[in-house]
C-alpha cells in the first residue's frame, strides 16, 4: 500500500514533554497538510507545505508547534512543552499540485496526561 | 470560512439509498462542492465532488441544485460500511488551500 503513512499511531505523554510526529506522504505528491481533529469535530487544519515550502500556517498553530519537511518528502510535526489541550489526533494529507483529491493518514492520536 | 449546513445525523436501512443534504447559501460562482467521509479511526477519504452537474462516480453520486445553493450525496445502496462521517466542503478553485470540514453528518447504517 503507497497511501499516506503517520508514525506513531498512538503516544502518550506527560504534560510538558515535547513530541514529533512524522508522515510520508505518497511520493510525488508535491501538497502536504496538517490537520488536528478533536472529538466529535471535523478536522481543523494546522499548516500546509508546497514541496518543502511552508506557505500557510493556521492561527491554531501556536509558537509551541512547528513543522518542517526538508527535501520536500516526508514531514514532522513537533510539540513542545505539551499541555492536555493538545490531546487530538494529528491527520497528515498529501495531494498533486492542482489535484482536487487529498489523501490523509490514518492519524497519529496523541494524549497528554 | 466557507460554510456549509448540514444535519448531525441520519440513518439508513442496509441495502437502501441514502440521500444525505447540504446546504451552502452562500456559494460562489466558483466554488466547487467537494465531499469526505471519515470511518471510525481512519482519516477522511475523499467521495466525490462536482461544480454545476450532476456527478457519478464508482462510491456515489452527488446531485446539485440547479441554484447551488445545495447539493446531497447520494449512497445508491447503503452497506455497514458506509456507516461514517459525512463533510461536505466547498472549495475555491484551484485551490491549494485547505479543506474547511465542518461538523459533518454521523450516518449510521441499520442491518
Known amino acids: 500500500d503507497t497511501g499516506v503513512s503517520q508514525d506513531p499511531r498512538h503516544k502518550i505523554t506527560k504534560r510538558g514533554q515535547n513530541v514529533t510526529f512524522r508522515c510520508d506522504p505518497i511520493s510525488e505528491h508535491n501538497r502536504l497538510y496538517w490537520y488536528r481533529q478533536t472529538l466529535g469535530q471535523g478536522p481543523e487544519f494546522l499548516t500546509y507545505?508546497?514541496?518543502?515550502?511552508?506557505?500557510?500556517k493556521s492561527r491554531l498553530l501556536s509558537d509551541r508547534f512547528s513543522a518542517e519537511r526538508p527535501k520536500g518528502s516526508f514531514s514532522t510535526l513537533e510539540i513542545q512543552r505539551t499541555e492536555q489541550g493538545d490531546s487530538a489526533m494529528y491527520l497528515c494529507?498529501?495531494?498533486?499540485?492542482?489535484?482536487?483529491?487529498?489523501?490523509f493518514g490514518q492519524g497519529t492520536r496523541l494524549t497528554v496526561v | 470560512d466557507a460554510k456549509t449546513t448540514q444535519p448531525n445525523s441520519m440513518e439508513s436501512n442496509e441495502e437502501e439509498p441514502v440521500h444525505l443534504p447540504c446546504n451552502h447559501s452562500t456559494i460562489s460562482g466558483t466554488d466547487y462542492i467537494h465531499w469526505y467521509r471519515q470511518l471510525p479511526s481512519q482519516g477522511p477519504e475523499y467521495v466525490i465532488h462536482g461544480l454545476t452537474s450532476n456527478v457519478n462516480n464508482r462510491m456515489a453520486s452527488l446531485a446539485i441544485a440547479e441554484d447551488r445553493k445545495s447539493s446531497t450525496l447520494i449512497l445508491h445502496r447503503a452497506t455497514l460500511r458506509d456507516a461514517a462521517v459525512y463533510y461536505c466542503i466547498r472549495r475555491f478553485p484551484g485551490s491549494a488551500r485547505q479543506l474547511t470540514f465542518g461538523s459533518g453528518t454521523q450516518l449510521t447504517v441499520l442491518p
Open positions: 494529507a498529501s495531494s498533486f499540485l492542482g489535484g482536487f483529491e487529498a489523501f
Open positions: 507545505f508546497q514541496n518543502e515550502a511552508q506557505l500557510e
